[in-house]
């Protein structure tokens, strides 16, 4: 095998990055992510604990160790043959950077919620399974406690609070609605073919959202297609087939997530932007960056269904930001003035001109400020 996978079932990561490697028909096999494969191959690895990482056993003696999701994707897509998930047209390849982001970084927070809201039963036993298959099941259910409780309580984190739950599930039926939708009109986002952005909603929808059974239930209830897409993105599949919709057309159920991006999204990364900013005024080149830089007040929500409550700041987001304003500025001519009208049309025009006030990196597996 090429490549191994370390991960779990329960991961939303890990199931971003199955689902592609499963499209893109590359060898690799996947081992459970327990207490001792932790101890013995991610901790020495990687430096702290973390899923998924895969290993690219390449020529050398222990291979490439590649962690973040985005990375991982980015490696297998350089090195392997066949069809790109990433469009080559520039408003379809910029709507979809911006796509997995949210996926990544916005749907996390439905995706938490539902998960220790609904299902805090089944994803304890699922965590308990994955860290120590050889014990019970009522073994694994005890031995999970631990890390449940780190993983629960971190939803506080992401702005879910008791005030803010009612806000968070009308965002999330309101996104089902216009994905399921859209989902009648054309099997992937961007037409007959997976795109990044397709594997950065299906982390946190099927992993969590389908495959967790209260939140499932719901999917399959309110949004069929989206539960349908989400089996069907992550299941094994041998046919590299499919293209992109001709002509750079952008369908209207995208433009409709893309506008929940600039209404609900790019309000918290600016916000996020500027305290970067004043942190990194006080850091040298090079310094890691923390995972969060205190709390900010942030509105969740959408349309009327929407309030403000405290949520951290954290500036991971920003390197997958980074990513888009980078692609748009390598653009000119025409194929920047047609991303800069979309990102007009969506409600997102001082992204055009935005810039981050530090460059990132991800340096030792962590996000850093650029040398």
Known sequence: MTYTLIGAPVSLYTGKVRGYLRWKNVAFTERLSTREVYKADILPRVGWSVIPVVIHHDDSELGETLQDTTEIIDHVEAREPGPSIYPDTPRQRLASLILELFGDEWLVIPAMHYRWAYNRDFAQQEFGAS???HLAPEE?????EKAVGFFSGSVGGLGVNPDSVAAIEAAYEDFLGVFDAHLAEQPFLFGGRPSIADYGLLGPLYAHLLRDPKSGELMRRLAPRVAAWAEY???PQ??????????????VGVMEMLQRFA?????VLKATSEALKA???????????????????VELGHGGATVTTDRAIIPYALWMLQRVTD???????????????????IGAADLIDFRLPVRLQRRNFKLALAD
């Open 131 to 133: 860290s120590h298959p």
């Open 140 to 144: 694994q259910f005890a031995a999970a």
């Open 279 to 297: 942190w990194s005024s006080e850091q040298a080149p090079g310094s890691e960056i923390p995972r969060i830089l205190g709390f900010h007040k």
């Open 238 to 251: 041998h046919c590299l087939a499919g293209d992109f919709l001709e002509g750079d057309e952008i369908p």
């Open 327 to 345: 692609y748009r500025e390598g653009l000119a001519g025409e194929a920047r003035q047609s991303v800069d009208e979309m990102l007009r049309s």
């Open 233 to 235: 993105t992550h299941a």
């Open 263 to 267: 209404a609900q999204q790019w309000p």
